[in-house]
């Protein structure tokens, strides 16, 4: 009776600590899902909304080619941006990698003390920042070096810097975790047997981390499809991304059904990006950064 009333109570005690995420999970991420799918088959409404019905013209509706120039245009971006938040955060990170516990601390603490304040002021400080008359080309031009203003925002270079500047630290949050946990011996070992810093970089280090790397990437690359106030505000109205076509659906056009349909598909393309890291041997775990 007593093993009996033990297991009772321990399985209360589970569904005590899984309901609750269960519960949190159904409310807020699977009802909505499929809340998305079900009305990306439905049609349009005289004044906005969703009328019932089943359709698939929303999808096709996707095949317009300036709707495909627009997927591409943001897939690109976003290799371009993944691919500088790399080159920026492996060396970083690599550096940090080497200091003392308490500078470790205080450089990971300077990477996230930005979250502290709104990503919105934080842009308009950039916009500031970089516009015609701002500190940037100011200095340029004071120093002689160009004699007309740099356009670096409210285009795609704007846009580009924007989206840079907030993914990085989730660039840098998992190759931190992935470089710390690098044996050091295996490097010595390698420098004992006369193998060059480079070689050493190329043979050990780097394979090494690529499970940081692959984490990185997939954090950097998936949200810059989407955020699309960032493209808004630093690009401009030149610069879209699927993101500010399912806005545009959603509250200017008011076509609920394909802004649905354009989010089914950034979300199959999310898990396709998902099972890939994956099959290249990436662990979700590494996706928490920790």
Do not use: H
């Not at 991304?241 to 999310?270: D, E, H």
């Amino acid at each position: 009776m007593k093993n009996k009333s033990k297991k009772r109570k321990s399985a209360m005690a589970k569904y005590c600590m899984i309901t609750p995420i269960s519960l949190w999970m159904y409310l807020l991420v699977a009802i909505p899902f499929i809340y998305i799918i079900v009305i990306s088959f439905m049609n349009k409404g005289t004044y906005g909304g969703v009328t019932p019905g089943f359709t698939v013209n929303n999808y096709l509706s996707i095949l317009n080619p300036l709707y495909i120039y627009t997927f591409l245009k943001s897939i690109g971006m976003s290799v371009a941006v993944t691919f500088i938040c790399l080159v920026i955060a492996y060396p970083f990170t690599y550096f940090i990698a080497k200091k003392t516990p308490v500078q470790k601390t205080v450089f990971m603490s300077m990477v996230m003390i930005p979250f502290c304040v709104s990503m919105i002021i934080r842009l308009f400080l950039w916009v500031n920042i970089l516009r015609s008359e701002g500190i940037i080309n100011n200095f340029l031009i004071s120093l002689g070096l160009i004699k007309e203003p740099l356009k670096l925002v409210y285009n795609p270079v704007g846009a580009m810097i924007g989206l840079v500047y907030m993914l990085l630290p989730f660039m840098i949050l998992p190759l931190y975790s992935s470089i710390e946990k690098l044996d050091k011996s295996l490097i010595e070992a390698a420098n004992d047997l006369g193998a060059k810093p480079v070689k050493s970089f190329l043979k050990i280090t780097l394979p090494l981390t690529k499970p940081g790397i692959f984490a990185g990437c997939v954090m950097v690359f998936i949200p810059s499809m989407g955020l699309y106030f960032i493209t808004d505000l630093m690009g401009g109205s030149k610069t879209l991304v699927i993101g500010n076509l399912i806005k545009n659906q959603f509250i200017t056009a008011r076509n609920w059904p394909l802004g649905a349909a354009m989010s089914v598909i950034l979300m199959l393309i999310t898990l396709a990006l998902l099972k890939g890291y994956q099959k290249a041997g990436g662990s979700m775990d590494d996706l928490s950064g920790i």
